[in-house]
């Protein structure tokens, strides 16, 4: 035999021995590699109506709305928002502190451009108002003679009981004659679902003032004209340019003291008034000649209220709506 087998061979011996002494190798596991996919941080999306304010912009109390949309609230003053919203469209007169004009709308010798801020006129200039959460700002183009008794509309419900005025929320309570307890109560709940947290109810009594806080007033007009203050406002027809209760009937007049109409029989009424711009205790008067007259005023409050957006007051009268205060 050949040198070149003999050494083949003993390869071939020592490989095989080699191989049957060494210990199997156990199985090795290799963990699947995990894919990670980095994602781009997406952008943080802000509820509606979480931080923001709403702004309402009118003609005639409501008649027309011309603008009504969210904005952010951003410890930014009324005014500079206009100029945001409507860049180079906003004119200003007094150093630029004066709002007197919208688009088109300009201040003229009998209209003017006024601000509340939850139905309530406000006490400073649109540079000095910050609008916080929640809010309704709101500018409406209207004949100015009526003003200096416009301290209050309904046109922002519920408001100002829900935020009352730069953060201050006073205590709301909703005085009632005893027929219209059951009404009283609705209200009561409903204004709860919409947020109002402190709110009481309690029976109208002869000596009633309106003077601790918000009131809403509920009840026909005969059950509440004894009352001092109340016989005062309605009095006062001439000055408030909105309405007057004469025993069966409801006189409605125009911003000059003009009566326009007189109804009977089943009418309602929505008016607010305040004594003074950003009055903390405001009134409102749901009442009207008889008891289905004042469930009318109470239902349109409960049931629909949105109605009423943007309007001074309003009377409710066979199936219709008479928006406050008349124009002529």
């Known amino acids: 035999m050949s040198n070149k087998r003999i050494f083949a061979l003993l390869l071939l011996i020592l490989l095989f021995l080699f191989t049957a002494c060494t210990p199997k190798a156990e199985p090795v596991l290799i963990e699947e590699e995990k ?9 943080e999306e802000v509820e509606p109506s979480a931080d923001f304010f709403t702004l309402l912009i009118t003609r005639d109390y409501g008649r027309t709305i011309l603008e009504e949309r969210e904005v952010c ?4 003053a009324v005014l ?5 919203i409507f860049p180079g469209e906003i004119e200003t007169a007094y150093g630029g502190s004066y709002l007197c004009g919208i688009k088109d709308l300009k201040a ?3 209209y003017d451009w ?4 939850n139905g309530l006129f406000a006490d400073v200039g649109a540079l000095d108002y910050f609008p916080t959460v929640g809010e309704k700002i709101w500018w409406d183009y209207h004949q100015w003679q009526i003003q200096h008794s ?3 509309l309904i046109g922002c419900y519920p408001e100002p009981f829900l935020h009352g005025y730069q953060g201050k929320i006073k205590p709301t309570k909703i005085v009632y004659t005893p027929t219209q307890k059951a009404k009283a109560f609705e209200l009561l709940d409903s204004l709860k679902s919409l947020g109002v947290q402190e709110i009481d109810s309690e029976i109208f009594a002869a000596e009633f003032t309106p003077h601790q806080g918000p009131r809403l007033v509920i009840g026909k007009w005969s059950d509440l004209e004894n009352n001092n203050y109340l016989q005062q406002l309605n009095q006062g027809f001439q000055k408030n340019g909105f309405l007057h209760f004469t025993g069966a009937s409801l006189h409605l007049y125009d911003y000059q003291g003009e009566k326009l109409k007189e109804l009977s029989g089943e009418v309602g009424v929505i008016v607010a008034f305040a004594a003074k711009a950003a009055d903390w205790a405001p009134l409102w008067l749901i009442s009207g000649l008889n008891e289905k ?6 239902n349109l409050l409960i049931n629909t209220p949105e109605k009423i957006k943007g309007w001074g ?11 406050l205060p008349l124009l002529n």
Not at 35 to 43: G, L, N, R, T
Not at 73 to 76: D, P, Q, S, V, Y
Not at 114 to 117: A, D, L, P, R
């Open 150 to 152: 416009a301290n209050a």
């Open 114 to 117: 006024f601000f509340y801020v």
């Open 293 to 298: 007259g004042v469930e009318k005023a109470c």
């Open 73 to 76: 609230a951003e410890n930014k």
């Open 35 to 43: 894919i990670i996919v980095v994602e781009e941080p997406k952008k």
């Open 108 to 110: 003229t010798r009998g």
């Open 313 to 323: 007051g309003v009377v409710l009268f066979d199936d219709g709506l008479l928006s």
């Open 80 to 84: 500079n928002i206009l100029h945001e």
